[in-house]
């Protein structure tokens, strides 16, 4: 596993700077806009050609709402979402037009997490793995030739793909969902929680799968979970989300093996393992997840955090570099020693 | 009461379900014990009838639901602590007086969704002084002093605010210690925790969790633990029971469980949980296929088909038992004909 | 997981038939379960088949008085003429003043049975108002002797007859009210579940402002605006307006719902990941998702349509004779002893309900079987 | 509460005011305006056409004043002299003719409201938690037929039955003898006598419907959690049901009084034509058929009126009965 930031551009296919999106808070009988939930505010990632990027965090924490900007999903308040397109070279899909967005979507796909709803079930599984390629022109006996290829690829029978998804278990389905989104041989895909819903034994063959053909086709992922040991599995770099902002991103070894921000920490601390002899003292964080419509001064997490000074309630911290390609948003970060994961000696 | 001797004891319990296209046997012959101040964790995927087994218990089971066999018995309190009296659940009537003594009385039960197991309308403390009157019913001590004690307990910074708020107004942690402030008002013996930390974010979860073991150290309890996380088994549980397709493939001491498992559905499993630390995690090896319909179980060991030690004209013809009858030390039971 | 919450499905074998069913195969299914349902849609369908060949169903013209035939009860169909099997036959009535109450009493002419034949002559009409005709379902042999199944009314107008006209009258109105307010429903409720924002706000305010008028005076007040010189068709239609203008809003108001619902769900969002174009959306994900609700709903709004012409027609706003509604025929059932003695005039009434009940049955059967994904 | 309470009427008056222009403009729909139907019916019958009542008339109404100035002049006396105009029909004013009816039709509705109530609530939940049942069958069949049957014919049918079986004649509130007598106890039991007619008339088809409703609604939650926990801390069976899914279950019933109110009223105009009942119904009828428009106009406006109140109430006690809505979640 390498722990390197892609450095060079062309080693690069996404930068995010500083993405923010605010969605009003609308009451009354002609809604009017009384406040603003900042569910992503200042995001700052980097995902490297073929390496797969981790961002993790509790719900609510904005993962999912920042993936979803990535794709041109909202309109976004502020920020860059550069993105190295193969056919159009640097984009900011944040300032996009619409027919470069199209093509933007060709090298750029999801996988979403509920394997029920992503699913049209008024559509045989050819139409929806079909859809990508209809939309971009590729039809008729052309077309069910590449489904039957993706099909196989995913690990499902060709001869399926005139079943309809309820035909299908919770496993399949998502290996339909990621035949749909590598229909059109894209270089990133996103991942949003591809395996939350899915039992153990289904979520390891998909997870699996995901890496299979990353190797194949040198994918890159961007990998959003609230699974950390998921997301220990398949990651190079996680990015540790918390109330909108990245509060730490490092390669996947260095963050587990030595966080330095305390929620990484904590959350590090309280993943229950499956070991009975390796149960980590648990840091158990009091009180509840700031609220994005109406946050903490100084640090977001100061309020729940054991190690908070006087500065933290003051100072919003930056996020800044540690050490090599570890980035930290933490006045403490250097003065601290926080506990990893590797096992105590016993 | 004597420690050796079980508070609750199944025996070959089956709890078909009637259903228009057939019949699911969702439990079909399960056997456990749980023993008092001990934490039993049933363990499986989705559809294995861990959850079933629980309402089962507390004969909450929904309408299409029927226990077709077995016994359930049950150490009552009072009276004679050395004898104890036993009665049999299965006996009982799930809508009559007796049973419902022993719910929230001898058995409370918290659930998973902690959004929707309070009913909307009527404030925490109404909700909990409902089972305190139920259970507790003392002239001389009111309610509200003991289920503001209880939130205290719970965790709750300030029971007396609590008392008077909605389930909406309190975050999804806060209302899963409201729930378990109410199944633990009656007092019960033993405490079945349906899935409790689910739909919980990981820091809310390590919050219940420590809080469920430290109620425990208090109250002494004993506790039954449904989930499908194994690592939620290996923090709380003492004895574990993995479940698979209604019936308990493997049951034994939690240490032995995941250090010396035997039933190839668990060390498969086992296999396929990724691991927390990076440098454990090597390749994952996923179980192959799937849980089979719940209408065509497949004949013999339940899970042959998946099995990578499947061994033809035996785990396809004759259903495993759970062997040997009492496990032996360092040695967990397992349903399986490899060890037969 | 209960019985009645799981989609139920056909025998094991079958799984592959099932694995490939389409939408509209799973909902058939499902329908054909619900039998009163299904009896239902036979029943309509058999409304409707009437309602289209009036002029042919019905044994005579509705407007034709029979003078000798005042108040007739309906005559029974016999298969004994003299202790001896014959061919279907009706007996014709002679009638006698009673003595005491003085009210004309008919009796069977048991002398001289009148064979019933189909495809006879009749009365003759112009088939849609187009195509000259004189050929009936059925009648008597015998062009000069008369047969009522359901009796007559006050000028001795067979009732079977006028009941069979109504049915077009009425059917076709609840079927193009329905239509209009589905025009007007789904352009302002998609319009209004689409745009969001202000628009959405307008129409929503709109609908609620509408809804919260009593809908029966407003229909009254409506129908008391139609001119009084329109002739009779544009009465009609004015009434079918005034019908749908009132109704649009409750179908506006599903079409919106569905169209914000679906609009979150995440097949909806992949699609749009996808670059698909937002009539693609529309018409491939959105209007396929809501069409099998909608039909339904539909289904259920037309036995209100119905009524309301009934109720209007029947207090004098709506249709007038000499048109013949559901409506207007029952306007002459207004006074009971009538009805008392001559009960038959209830017929109407009596088919009124059965449709209605039909249209409730099958619109509860297709709402069952509209989502056939829900576990 | 009070600021939600507050919300709601602030949001009544404006709501009020939109539905006074509608009914104004539905009343000048009809061909030809107030002057010439006077005009016409003066001169239908033979009197004397006397200029200065016309030009009274004129002032009176605005009538030479554009559409607007007209609402305004109308609204304004409406609303700061309780002058609704007149009825040529009748030869007095409007006002003096809708107050006892309109109180007849709050009457009959706020009956039939209670009705439906008693009736429905219980049915509802038995046949919910008996679901399948002899008897829930038996309920869901009276239902369809209670929703197929409109209710003018319902009184019909009842009607007719009375008078064929045992004689009866059914319609008014009161016996001839008592029509105008003065209250006694004697009037109010005859008024007991006749008003069950209309009250079953009137609550039939909401019955049913309300039954259909709460057996739906009810059904769904059982399965709720929310029940199971309340069963798993020992709740009797029957405390259980009602205390916690009929509480949520009635919700839409309270809703329901939002729709019932217009429905009923809506309903009540042709029953009580038929039935022939003193309330708004059957002169309102007359008055559209004779083009009365000031006199429709006004009871149309205060009917609409009666249903927005019946809206405002239901939310009200929605908001009483319900957290989650009172706190505006």
Not at chain 1, 118 to 123: A, D, E, K, V
Not at chain 2, 76 to 91: A, F, H, M
Not at chain 3, 158 to 182: A, H, N, P, Q, W
Request: aromatic residues 10%; charged residues 20%.
């Amino acid at each position: 596993m390498t722990a390197q930031t892609p450095a060079g551009t062309e080693a690069t296919i996404l930068r995010v700077r500083d993405l923010r999106m605010h969605f009003p808070i609308q009451k009354g009988f002609l809604r009017r806009t009384v406040g603003w939930i900042k569910a992503v505010d200042g995001v700052d990632l980097e995902l490297g050609r073929g390496q797969t990027l981790g961002l993790v965090g509790e719900s609510g924490c904005g993962k999912t709402t920042t993936a979803r900007c990535i794709l041109g999903g909202y309109e976004v308040t502020d920020g860059e979402i550069l993105f190295n397109d193969p056919e159009l070279g640097w984009v900011d899909i944040a300032s996009i037009s619409k027919d470069e967005m199209f093509s933007v979507r060709r090298n750029a796909q999801i996988i979403l997490q509920d394997p029920y709803g992503s699913l049209n079930p008024r559509m045989t599984v050819l139409d929806i793995v079909g859809e990508p390629l209809l939309i971009n022109g590729i039809r008729g006996s052309e077309r069910e030739q590449r489904v039957a290829e993706l099909l196989s690829l995913v690990g499902l029978r060709p001869e399926y793909m005139s079943r309809y998804p309820h035909a299908f278990s919770g496993g399949q389905r998502q290996r339909i969902g990621i035949a749909r989104a590598l229909a059109l041989q894209p270089q990133m895909v996103i991942c949003d929680e591809p395996v939350s819903a899915l039992d153990v034994s289904i979520q390891a063959q998909i997870l699996n799968l995901l890496e299979e053909l990353q190797d194949r086709f040198g994918l890159a992922y961007l990998f959003v979970a609230h699974q950390l040991n998921v997301v220990s599995h398949i990651c190079d770099r996680v990015a540790v989300m918390y109330v909108g902002k990245v509060v730490e991103s490092a390669p996947t070894g260095q963050l587990y093996d030595r966080p330095r921000h305390p929620y990484t920490e904590a959350l590090l601390s309280s993943v229950p393992r499956p070991d009975p002899r390796n149960q980590a003292d648990e840091i158990v964080l009091e009180g509840e997840v700031a609220d994005p419509a109406n946050p903490p001064s100084g640090c977001l997490f100061h309020p729940r955090c054991r190690y908070a000074v006087e500065q933290c309630r003051l100072e919003e911290p930056e996020l800044r570099p540690a050490t090599a390609g570890h980035f930290v948003r933490c006045h403490l970060a250097d003065d601290l020693e926080l506990m990893g994961v590797s096992a105590p000696a016993a | 009461m004597d420690a050796d001797q079980p508070l609750l004891e199944i025996r070959d319990l089956k709890t078909h379900f009637h259903i228009r296209q057939g019949t699911v046997r969702a439990v079909d012959g399960v056997s456990l014990s749980v023993f008092p101040g001990q934490t039993l964790a049933i363990v499986g995927e989705s559809g294995c009838g861990k959850s079933i087994t629980a309402q089962s218990i507390l004969r909450i089971l929904p309408r299409a639901g029927r226990i077709e066999h077995g016994h359930i018995h049950l150490q009552l309190s009072g009276g004679d602590p050395s004898r104890g009296e036993i009665v049999d659940l299965v006996g009982l009537n799930p809508k009559g007086g007796a049973m419902r003594e022993i719910r929230g009385g001898e058995i409370g039960m918290i659930f998973q969704e902690p959004m929707s197991t309070f009913s909307p309308v009527y404030t925490i403390g109404h909700q909990i002084a409902e089972a305190a009157r139920l259970h507790r019913t003392t002239d001389d001590i009111e309610p509200r002093e003991l289920v503001l004690d209880m939130l205290a307990h719970v965790g709750f910074a300030h029971p007396d605010r609590t008392w008077s708020q909605y389930p909406h107004e309190l975050s999804g942690g806060m209302r899963q210690r409201a729930m378990i402030a109410m199944a633990l008002i009656g007092r019960p013996r033993i405490l079945i925790a349906d899935e409790p930390t689910t739909a919980l974010d990981v820091t809310t979860e390590a919050q219940i969790l420590r809080l469920m073991k430290r109620l425990q150290a208090e109250f002494g309890m004993a506790i039954i633990f449904i989930t499908h996380d194994l690592g939620v088994v290996a923090r709380m549980a003492d004895q574990v029971a993995v479940m698979y397709l209604g019936n308990i493939v493997e049951q034994g001491d939690v240490d032995t469980v995941f250090h010396a498992p035997r039933h190839p559905y668990l060390k498969a499993l086992l296999r396929s949980v990724p691991r927390l630390d990076p440098a454990e995690n090597i390749g994952l090896e996923p179980i192959s296929g799937m849980v089979p319909d719940p209408f065509s179980r497949p004949a013999g060991c339940p899970f042959h088909p998946r099995c990578p030690e499947f061994m033809p004209d035996t785990c396809d013809t004759a259903v495993p038992q759970l062997l040997p009858a009492v496990a032996e030390p360092g040695r967990t039971r397992a349903a399986c004909h490899l060890y037969t | 997981m209960t019985a009645e919450t799981m989609t139920v499905l056909p025998a094991a074998d079958a799984t592959e038939r099932l694995d490939t069913a389409s939408q509209w195969q799973l909902m058939r299914w499902r329908f054909l379960r619900h039998k009163a349902a299904v009896v239902s849609l036979f029943v309509i369908a058999f409304f409707y088949a009437m309602a289209i060949a009036v002029e042919f169903v019905a044994p005579y013209d509705p407007n034709i008085p029979n003078v000798f035939y005042q108040y007739a009860p309906p005559m029974r169909i016999r298969f004994l003429h003299e202790g001896r099997l014959h061919r279907p036959f009706t007996y014709d009535y002679v009638q006698s003043r009673d003595p005491k109450t003085l009210r004309m009493v008919f009796a069977e002419d048991e002398e001289q049975p009148h064979p019933i034949r189909f495809w006879v002559k009749g009365d003759p009409y112009r088939f849609w108002g187009l195509w000259r005709g004189d050929r009936h379902l059925f009648g008597l042999e015998n062009p000069d002797a008369r047969i009522f199944l359901l009796g007559t009314d006050e000028l001795g107008r067979d009732m079977l007859s006028r009941v069979v006209y109504g049915t077009r009258i009425s059917l076709s109105i609840g079927f193009i009210g329905v239509i209009l307010s589905l025009a007007l429903g789904v352009l302002l409720g998609g319009v209004s579940g689409y745009f969001g924002g202000t628009v959405d706000l307008f129409i929503q305010r709109m609908i609620e402002l509408l809804q919260s008028l009593p809908q029966i005076p407003l229909w009254l007040t409506l129908s008391a605006a139609l001119p009084r010189e329109w002739t009779a068709i544009q009465i009609y239609f004015g009434i079918t307006i005034v019908i749908s203008v009132v109704a649009w809003t409750e179908i506006a108001r599903v079409v919106r719902g569905r169209f914000l619902a679906l609009r979150e769900e995440e097949f909806v969002l992949a699609a749009r990941f996808l670059g698909a174009s937002e009539t693609r959306i529309i018409f491939r994900h959105l209007v396929p998702s809501m069409t099998s609700h909608l039909i339904a709903v539909l289904t259920l709004r037309i036995p209100e349509m119905i009524l309301a012409e009934t109720a209007l027609s029947f207090i004098g706003l709506g249709l007038q004779a000499p048109v013949v509604s559901w409506g207007v025929l029952l306007a002459d059932v207004q006074n009971i002893r009538t009805v008392a003695s001559s009960p038959w005039l209830f017929s109407t009434g009596v088919c009124i309900i059965v449709v209605v009940l039909c249209f409730n049955f099958t619109g509860d059967g297709l709402r069952d079987a509209a989502d056939p994904y829900t576990h | 509460m009070t600021q939600y309470i507050i919300k709601r009427i602030l949001l009544f008056i404006p709501m009020l005011f939109v539905i006074s222009m509608l009914v104004f403009v539905l009343i000048q729909l009809p061909p030809g305006d107030y002057l010439t139907t006077v005009l016409m019916r003066m001169a239908e019958s033979g009197e004397e056409v006397d200029q200065a009542l016309i030009e009274g008339l004129t002032r009176q109404y605005g009538l030479d004043r554009p559409l607007y100035r007209q609402y305004l002049l109308w609204i304004s006396n409406i609303v700061f002299r309780g002058n609704f105009g007149r009825s040529f029909e009748w030869g007095m004013p409007v006002a003096d003719i809708i107050w006892e009816r309109l109180a007849w039709t709050v009457v009959l509705s706020l009956g039939s409201i209670v009705f439906i109530w008693i009736v429905s609530f219980p049915i509802g939940v038995y046949s919910a938690t008996h679901q399948y049942s002899f008897f829930d069958y038996l309920v869901t069949l009276f239902g369809f037929l209670g929703k197929a049957t409109p209710n003018f014919l319902l009184a019909l049918i009842l009607m007719w039955a009375g008078w064929s079986w045992f004689g009866w004649t059914m319609g008014g509130l009161f016996s001839p003898e008592y029509q105008r007598e003065a209250w006694s106890w004697a009037k109010f039991v005859d008024l007991l006598k006749h008003l069950w007619v209309p009250l079953v008339v009137l609550g039939t088809a909401g019955t049913a419907n309300l039954i259909r409703i709460l057996r739906s609604n009810l059904l769904d939650e059982l399965e709720k959690p929310y029940v199971q926990a309340a069963r798993a801390k020992g709740v009797s069976e029957f405390k259980l049901i009602w205390k916690y899914p009929v509480r949520i279950a009635i919700n839409p019933f309270i809703s329901g009084i939002g729709g019932v109110l217009p429905e009923l009223i809506s309903g009540a105009a042709i029953v009580s034509i038929v039935l022939s009942l003193p309330t708004t119904g059957p002169v309102m009828l007359n008055a559209l058929l004779s083009q009365d428009m000031y006199l429709a106009g006004s009871f149309l406006l205060m009917l609409a009126t009666l249903a927005l109140i019946g809206t405002l109430i239901s939310d009200i006690l929605l908001a009483l009965l319900d957290p989650r809505i009172r706190q505006g979640v």
